[in-house]
């Protein structure tokens, strides 16, 4: 079967086209009746999407304070309740787990390490009086996977030369050596064994690893799963790795070529294109959450790698407006919201150049996506707030600092752990070039501020206390994520 | 290029120099803003928007005003002479009844003078919200609203809706938002009350228009019901203008009318012709009533949007055809009315 594919990748994709047509025209006729959004969250791991979707069922479900988000604060929205989820293959967000860890233990949850997914009915009252229900479909799922979307368009040779000769460049092959050691001893010609191949997956994974572990991270490289590998750890589809393929010469069956060729597709058909089918290109909403401020913590580099990195993941994205043609054949997600999450870690006048941070790194994705019809916005965002704000007596009219109760060993202080502590993260820069300066190197090295380690810090903070809504209901706090929520779904429940 | 960036620093609570940002401290912080603000204001108002031109009219009027004045006084201040030479107890009344007249007019002066600056408070508010609008700066956004609570301090059903969003200072809200969340806070109620008025007064005129006895008193109702409905309206939206105010307002509202006069013409043409063809088959009168009434409505959507101190941003601007709709509706299920028009008609001419 992936052979099929494999001879006639021309035919594979008309197939699949048609696949999404016909799904598209089902859920267009199922939407008539029963208005269903699905909301996409992603980011990079750490980025706050466990916390985001938390905080967001929280206060749809057990009402918020969102002054900002209409429908719930004029009081439109009767209830919302979580149901039975419409994908049965896919694991349920785990929200009461979740709730409980930040609001009983004020703990942050664990990250989550695969995609899931949560269904939300909200009910309520349009603005002309008539009583209707919206569906929201939140899928949660890792930014790494977006890395291998470029593969549904790339064959396993293609594939291959790319990522031999990209480990071969200098700053790469120090961590390749070992990986190159191997695949030299391996001739594609040759009958294939499964422990070489294991092998040689094994050195592959750690030398992508490698790369993003470093500082300064090399880039993500796919396949994606390699570094958040979900359900299929283990799994053939990802035990497979670049070849030195001979040019012009078909690999033999049953050779390592071979070996490796079959796996690489079979990952492409089993692994990648399902995701992309089943979840991405049904997305009707996105959201991707950054997290900025760790990066400023970690230096001017890790900005950059943090750049990088997104400007690899956001060129995969595929969005446009809905309109009745594309809503019909071809949906995809018609607004998008970059959110730099954990702003809570700032004092709100530095919200903005925050945000302008993340306008910057994002800005190639946010023109494309504004070319092709979609809606961008960019906020700075802090799913549940974890800090209240002080101003620090002093020169200049004081030091605006954010206080909160730190994580344990964040602040290795003589304030302890159980007390609060007021903290200033350091000013941001008001010119934000200065973080992305072309990024040359003579430029890098005269870049004057925060590029040491220690010009900022973002502290890290346990979750707050609960406060009380107007209506006495206690709810978690918040920055902006009624603002998000306005955004995403507002429009869809006038 | 850039201002020296300060180092990241950490502190404990118990040192005297943090102050927390707590609910408690936040009102006093806020009320001194609103204090800084609206004096700002009242400073700011009165030169801030006209282009400055000599002012010949207003010269021609004060000084007319004060030559009646002076006369006036001079006659008064004869009259209380004559007074005296008659009887001192005489004169000692006539002056008190003087000093007590000019006591009056100098309060009426002070009112009308107040109405107009907070007609221009008003105004100048509107502006900062399409200013604020255009730019989503939190702290103009946060002025504003601590500026729009303070005015709209007189209106009691807004009770609730000041302390919800006085609640919300506190939160992290962009300016933009902040905005709307006044609008949509404050001034729903005053919208739908504002409808509500221009509604009546639009039946009123019709029907009024419809029954005139003859052709002079119905202008005049109309002229006298567009200035109630003018500073109801102003009132309703927290301005409490004086005559002068209002007679200004009006001004402005006729000025507005004339430009706009044709735009709205064509977009609810078809409603008033309709209406008025309706109308005008059953009773000529009925279907003067209506384009009066109609034309009372456009004006009061005008004055609505003169007297609101913030823009239509978040909320749905009433338009000529929602409130023509209802006055065609209210219209019709009223043959009793129309009834009593037909006998009435011919009976009065």
Known sequence: MPDAFHVTPIVADIVEQARQVARSLAEFGHGLVHPTVRLGVTGLSRAGKTVFITALVHGLVRGGRFPVFEPMASGRIAGAALSPQPDDAVPRFEYERHVRTVVAEREWPESTRQISELRVVIEYQSANGAMRTLTLDIVDYPGEWLLDLPLLEQDYAQWSADMLARSHTPSRRGHAAAFHAHVAGIDALKPAQETVAIEAARLFTAYLEACRGERPTLGLMPPGRFLMPGDFAGSPALTFAPLDLPEGQEPPAGSHGALMRRRYDAYRDMVVRPFFREHFARLDRQIVLVDVLSALDAGAEAVRDLQDALTAILDCFRVGRGGWFGALFRPSADRILFAATKADRLHHTAHDRLEEILRRMTQRAISRAGGAGAEVDVIALAAVRATREALVQGESGGLPSIVGLAAPGEVTHEFGDKKEIAVFPGDLPSDVSQLFDAGSEPSRAAMPRLTKKGDFRAVRFRPPALELTDDGVPALPHIRLDRALQFLIGDRLR | ?349
């Not at chain 2, 020296?4 to 943090?18: E, G, H, I, T, Y």
């Open chain 2, 1 to 349: 290029m850039s201002e020296p960036l300060r180092k990241p620093a950490v502190f404990s609570l118990d040192d005297p120099r943090v102050v927390v940002a707590g609910r408690e401290e936040q009102p006093a912080e806020a009320a001194s803003s609103i204090d800084q603000g609206a004096q700002a204001e009242h400073l700011s108002a009165a030169p801030a928007r006209r282009v400055w031109r000599w002012p010949w009219g207003a010269l021609f009027w004060s000084a007319l005003s004060g030559l009646v004045l002076l006369a006036l006084s001079l006659a008064v201040t004869r009259f209380v002479e004559d007074l005296f030479a008659r009887a001192p107890w005489l004169g000692a009344l006539g002056l008190a009844l003087a000093l007590l007249a000019g006591a009056a007019l100098l309060a009426v002066i002070l009112r009308e003078a107040i109405g107009l600056a907070r007609l221009a408070t008003v105004e100048h508010l509107r502006e900062r919200a399409a200013a604020v609008i255009a730019s989503d700066d939190r702290e103009s956004g946060r002025a504003l609203v601590a500026d729009m609570i303070a005015l709209t301090r007189g209106i009691p059903q807004l009770a609730r809706a000041r302390t919800r969003l006085a609640g919300h200072r506190a939160d992290i809200i962009d300016g933009r938002d902040l905005v709307r969340l006044a609008e949509r806070e404050l001034l729903a109620p005053l919208d739908h009350e504002a409808r509500r008025l221009v509604l009546a007064a639009s039946k009123r005129v019709s029907v009024v228009t419809a029954i005139s006895p003859r052709v002079g008193l119905d202008l005049v109702f109309v002229l006298i019901n567009a200035l109630s409905l003018i500073r109801k309206l102003a009132v309703l939206y927290g301005g409490r203008p004086g005559a002068l105010g209002v007679l200004a307002l009006f001004r402005r509202v006729m000025a507005h009318l004339a430009v706009t006069g044709g735009v709205a013409l064509t977009d609810s043409v078809l409603q008033q012709l309709i209406g008025h063809g309706l109308a005008a088959r059953l009773s000529a009168r009925l279907g003067e009533g209506m384009v009066n009434g109609l034309l009372t409505a456009r004006l009061g959507l005008l004055a609505i949007d003169l007297v609101r101190p913030l823009p239509f941003c978040a909320l749905p601007r009433p338009t000529l055809n929602e409130l023509a709709g209802s006055l065609l509706r209210s219209a019709e299920p009223d043959p009793a009315g129309d009834g009593r028009d037909r006998r009435d008609g011919p009976k009065s001419q």
